[in-house]
């Protein structure tokens, strides 16, 4: 019996909110630890069996090339209304490709911070359905992708009147290694706000790109990010 079938699964993915989502992989497993190496070739497919070896913890790192094979993409359209400046509630499509194959895992949302959440389609994953406050997959294969639209309580006023979107943190973590993976983001803005400023600057592996309509990102990285994007009303 390979180690695969012995494990259970948790998977928490990124929620839009003030860091009010985290995208973590809780795995339990039998054996006791492993490299990178190992564990990305088991997170590949290109091997049915975890060995034991041991994994160090990684830090934010962006990728200034992005990794050969397909990893996790994350992709976030934030519609930001006029109205959301008043009650802070924005309209979220989430969608999550090249999922890594296992057998459970789950899209948490926080309490208070989500609302109409619904499945708009899936792509091999066998089951997908909403629980309480979170999305629930099972028998997730190669090549799977599911997209999710709800309400998300984001925008934050600011005692100085501008106003904040924050996001984070996402990651994709397996036991205590972080492995690469991809965040991209538009946002779209009324005519009522502007953008002033985005956290972390854009570099290598961090791209940004603004206009007068919004905001878009496309992030290649290692360990946990967190994003700020600073908006203000125009008079």
């Known amino acids: 019996m390979s180690v695969k079938s012995w494990t259970r699964h948790k998977f928490v993915l990124p929620t839009v909110g003030l860091l009010s989502g985290l995208f973590i992989v809780n795995i339990n497993l039998f054996c006791a630890s492993l490299n990178?190496?190992?564990?990305?070739?088991w997170l590949n497919n290109e091997t049915e069996d975890?060995?034991?070896t041991p994994i160090n913890e990684g830090q934010l790192k962006f990728l200034t090339t992005p990794p050969q094979k397909k990893v996790h993409h994350?992709?976030?359209t934030l519609i930001v209304y006029k109205a959301s400046m008043q009650d802070?509630?924005?309209k979220l499509q989430q969608?999550?490709?090249?999922l890594d194959t296992i057998n459970k895992a789950q899209v948490v949302y926080k309490k208070g911070k989500i609302k109409n959440l619904k499945i708009i389609s899936k792509q091999n994953i066998e089951k997908a359905w909403i629980e309480n406050f979170s999305v629930q997959l099972r028998n997730i294969k190669k090549g799977a992708r599911i997209c999710i639209e709800a309400d998300s309580r984001a925008l934050k006023k600011n005692d100085d009147g501008t106003f904040t979107l924050s996001n984070g943190p996402f990651m994709r973590r397996f036991l205590d290694g972080y492995?690469?993976?991809r965040v991209s983001m538009d946002l779209r803005l009324p005519s009522d706000l502007k953008f002033i400023s985005i956290l972390p600057k854009q570099q290598k592996g961090?791209?940004?790109n603004h206009t007068k309509k919004g905001v878009?990102?496309?992030a290649w990285f290692e360990g946990k990010l967190y994003t700020r994007i600073n908006l203000l009303k125009n008079k």
């Open 216 to 218: 878009h990102f496309d």
């Open 50 to 52: 975890l060995p034991y």
């Open 179 to 181: 492995f690469p993976m």
């Open 95 to 98: 969608c999550h490709e090249h």
């Open 88 to 90: 802070g509630w924005i």
């Open 36 to 41: 990178e190496k190992q564990i990305e070739a």
């Open 206 to 208: 961090f791209r940004v």
């Open 74 to 76: 994350h992709h976030n």
